[in-house]
């Protein structure tokens, strides 16, 4: 009898002791996988969207063309046309944003589908509405880009707020924004937040906008929150590609 009871208590022990590994073993998976999400991707896309800064910047040194004119809306006034010269991926210019680090600015790609935006860039939206570019006469100019992973480039978008300024940088011109209001958080689905004009923004009209959109809370992608700007005023780039005050 004594004998059957020590086995049972030993399996029973070796029982515990084996799901106290598995648990460690399994908590250490879950850290690496955190840690591969949370940082080795945001190393690896900063990277990517280094050189592809670079590679444009180099392009327009080299290539010099104007930037695109605007374009007129169709004569319903039902949507945006597509802008022309871009495809999917194509960069488009750069995002500065002073509220967020001297120095900060994020690489801006067409498109908005996960494998662009991995890339550690800001996409402009093209699906549900094709947004506007800020040449354009008229229009939102929506872009989206991660909180968290892949760059985290709108990690901190909460700390921007009304009065703070927006720089969109293109080969030929600095367009400068204003923020004029925030939406902290919405449904992930409400596409109302990009349109031509923005649902729930400040604005009850037509205009020259610029959207902000990622994820929200941090460290999921429960909603989204939206940061709305209007332009204030264009620049041309000098030879010297000399940044407007709001940069210096």
């Not at 280094?50 to 605007?70: F, K, N, V």
């Not at 001297?102 to 494998?115: A, F």
């Not at 040449?135 to 909180?147: I, K, T």
């Not at 992608?221 to 709305?228: E, I, N, T």
Request: hydrophobic residues 40%; proline residues 9%; negative net charge.
């Amino acid at each position: 009898m004594v004998t059957q009871r020590r086995r049972r208590r030993r399996a029973v022990l070796v029982a515990v002791q084996g799901m106290g590994e598995l648990l460690v073993t399994l908590g250490v998976l879950l850290a690496l996988f955190a840690v591969y999400s949370l940082w080795w991707t945001d190393v690896v896309a900063d990277r990517r969207a280094d050189q592809a800064g670079g590679r444009l910047r180099e392009a327009w040194s080299t290539t010099p063309t104007p930037t695109p004119g605007p374009v007129p809306l169709p004569p319903d006034g039902s949507a945006t046309p597509p802008s022309p010269g871009y495809a999917a991926g194509d960069g488009v210019g750069f995002l500065h944003v002073p509220a967020l680090g001297k120095g900060y600015q994020v690489l801006i790609r067409m498109g908005t589908d996960e494998g662009t935006l991995a890339e550690g860039v800001a996409g402009v939206y093209t699906e549900p509405y094709e947004a506007a570019m800020p040449w354009d006469e008229e229009g939102n100019f929506a872009l989206a880009a991660h909180r968290d992973g892949h760059g985290a480039k709108f990690h901190d978008l909460d700390l921007v707020g009304p009065g703070d300024a927006l720089v969109v940088e293109t080969r030929d011109k600095w367009y400068v924004y204003r923020v004029d209001g925030t939406l902290p958080q919405t449904s992930q689905y409400d596409t109302g937040v990009i349109a031509p004009v923005p649902t729930g923004s400040p604005y009850h009209a037509p205009g020259r906008y610029i959207t902000l959109t990622t994820c929200t809370p941090v460290y999921t992608s429960l909603y989204r929150m939206a940061v709305w700007g209007s332009l204030v005023r264009e620049e041309p780039v000098d030879a010297g590609r000399t940044p407007p005050a709001e940069l210096r």
